[in-house]
């Protein structure tokens, strides 16, 4: 028999009681819910919670049958073999102002060669020497052991060039641009872009993952929009605003579309909104204002007011690469933060040699380079608005021009047949393409460039082919 319990265990036992009780008034009821919630949950796990069933052992026959049905997905999307990239045009000999295409010559509309440098006799003696100075390659980044004189020369007269404190040099015309921005912007930061940037741009871009606004092509007023939206709400949190980056994104010369950007007026709203612009001259270096200095010649904009200028080797000067320019506090933070600078080998010396004696021939005076070009362009602008039934896209002053048919006409089928008969004639021009995954696609068009050594005659010509195309097109 046990002992009885007493007054005392049961006062005992009321006052315990009366202090759980007290406890779970003091207790925060979030706590109480949670607690339940982990009662009934272990409640449910115990009662009523099946057994997970075991797992069948299939048979070696079973296992056959599903392997034979399974099918891998592709690595890639189904591709058209009619596309033009897997059917390239193979050129013979010096790609200048006339090419040679399957043993044909013809006038050469197509590529970038502005200044007719490529074949150029100067240039071409000078990188002869540096091959036998230096050898093809580095095979080594800038940072590791890949840095040799001639790049330190090149970017010394490049910075001098644009009269900036410093410049450095890409191995690579696409990778310039699409690693600055990300070395500069980053997450959280925004950029204001212009939507008819070039792709490589718009990697750069997509790799800093930042806050993008894009505004219409060219559109002041729009860019002024989104900046004024952005200010206001700023305002709300100055704190925050305060780390925030901000960047504008733009072309001197726009290559999808041959048009200039409104510099003047970008300027004046950067002391407005306080952000930094962020300028490719790819197209306008070598080919706008009086010494081929670009946008900010043009314009008459003092380039110090540019917080960086980027562009390519690749176009008016005729080698390989890219470059940026701008103070060198701006400047030498991409030695440590640009991938394409970082990780990739240097630039080879035959390249930086070429492109040296290049600006010297840019830099001579009463070349009459540029003048020459801007006003041939001019002069082959009005023989294209001159052709009824084409659309011409770009400034008269722009040797690169974007040629569309009007209206329904307008198909990439239409403008394929005038570059075949166009090749036929002895005229080499193109279609500009695009990827699929452009931010913006451009309507459909030819683009034709401009070749400083191109005389009247054959410029003539080329309208000439031009409108006997048009006539069969549209027949």
Known sequence: MGSPVNRDDIA??????YSLLESFKQTPFYHLIFEI???????????????????????????????????PEPLVPPVDTNHPALNVRVLDGIVGKTIEIDGRKSLNFATFNFLNFVGNQRIADKAIQAVQKYGVGSCGPRGFYGTIDIHLELEERLARFFNFEEGIIYSYGFST????????????????VDEGIHYAIQKGVEASRSTVKWFRHNDINDLERLLAEQDKHDKKNPKKASTIRRFLIIEGLYMNYGDICPLPRMVELKYKYKYRIFMDESVSFGTIGQTGRGVTEYHNVDRQKIDLISSTLEYSVGSIGGFAVGSSFVIDHQRLSAQGYCFSASLPPLLAAAAIEALNIMDEENSGLFETLMDKSKRLHKKLLDIKGYRVLGEDISPLKHLSLANSLNTIGRLEYIVEFAQTRGITITIARY?????????????????????????????????EALVKVTA
């Not at 009662?47 to 070696?60: D, G, S």
């Not at 641009?177 to 204001?192: G, Q, T």
Request: net charge negative.
């Open 37 to 71: 919630f982990l009662i009934l949950t272990v409640l449910w796990l115990v009662c009523f919670r099946k057994p997970r069933p075991i797992a069948k052992k299939l048979t070696e026959k079973e296992k056959q049958e599903l392997i034979d049905e399974w099918q």
């Open 12 to 17: 005992r036992l009321a006052t315990d009681f």
């Open 435 to 467: 990827l699929n995954d452009e931010h913006h696609l451009p309507e459909p068009s030819i683009r034709l460039i401009l070749n400083v050594e191109m005389t009247d005659e054959e410029l003539e010509f080329l309208c000439t082919v031009l409108q």
């Open 177 to 192: 641009i699409a690693s600055i921005i990300p070395a500069y912007s980053k997450r959280n930061d925004i950029l204001f």
